[in-house]
């Protein structure tokens, strides 16, 4: 129980980051807007609540003793999948500031990035946090304040890994993955290349059925002519 409810939450935050990561992106393109903005806290608060959730849960149970050695293997192979979502997430969120700084929204005459990217945001951002409708509270000068809110919020989450790290000593190089480095690949892959093997030895035997009929029909049609040939050397004889 304790193992799928860590599993749903780790999943939730790597949705949620990787909504984040998504619309940091846009920030400074055709589509920013104070819409994204708001938008970019909400997803990014969500994502630390989930983070804080995930810390708490995996810490209590990478603490208890009683765990047994291989279910202990699993939480530790969680712990470093959820440590490297917050790596991620700190560099998103290291390169939202960085952006957002160099983009103004209150600084009409600054030249936006042509990404390329047009649209609204807020359909990704729903489906990732699981709402509805996003609702836009936020006041006109939201970059401003948020961007110091932000400042904030980075070192919160590295004081949080910090943390993590002295809880809870889990060296990434000391955890067993469960399958090979694009294991995925290798197996989609295979799949096409038995699928295609397959199909090479259908046209194969294909061939070779063909092959022995024109043999068969030489074969008939040459003792055929030697049985006419000697019936003609019989009679002249």
Not at 10 to 21: N, Q, T
Not at 189 to 196: E, M, N, T
């Amino acid at each position: 129980m304790v193992k799928e409810e860590c599993k749903a939450l780790l999943d939730a935050l790597s949705k949620v980051a990787a909504c984040y990561r998504h619309m940091v992106l846009t920030i400074g393109g055709t589509s920013d807007s104070q819409n994204l903005r708001e938008e970019l806290k909400k997803t990014r608060q969500k994502a630390q609540e989930l983070a804080v959730a995930n810390r708490n849960k995996l810490t209590a149970v990478l603490k208890d003793k009683t765990v047994s050695k291989e279910d202990k293997a699993e939480f530790e192979r969680l712990w470093v999948i959820f440590s490297t979502c917050m790596e991620i997430l700190e560099i998103d969120m290291r390169r939202a500031l960085e952006l957002g700084q160099e983009f103004p929204l209150n600084v009409p005459k600054k030249h936006l990035i042509q990404t390329g990217m047009s649209g609204g945001t807020s359909g990704v951002a729903a489906r990732a946090m699981s709402v509805q409708n996003m609702k836009y509270e936020a006041e006109h000068n939201i970059d401003v304040v948020d961007l110091k809110d932000l400042e904030n919020e980075i070192n919160q989450v590295g004081e949080m890994m910090y943390e993590m790290e002295m809880k809870v000593n889990v060296p990434q190089w000391t955890v067993e993955a469960k399958q090979d480095p694009g294991a995925e690949l290798k197996s989609t892959i295979s799949v096409g290349a038995s699928s295609i093997g397959m199909i090479s030895v259908e046209e194969n035997k294909s061939f070779c059925d063909i092959s022995k009929v024109l043999a068969g029909i030489i074969f008939s049609a040459v003792l055929i002519i030697a049985i006419v040939l000697a019936v003609c050397v019989v009679k002249l004889s």
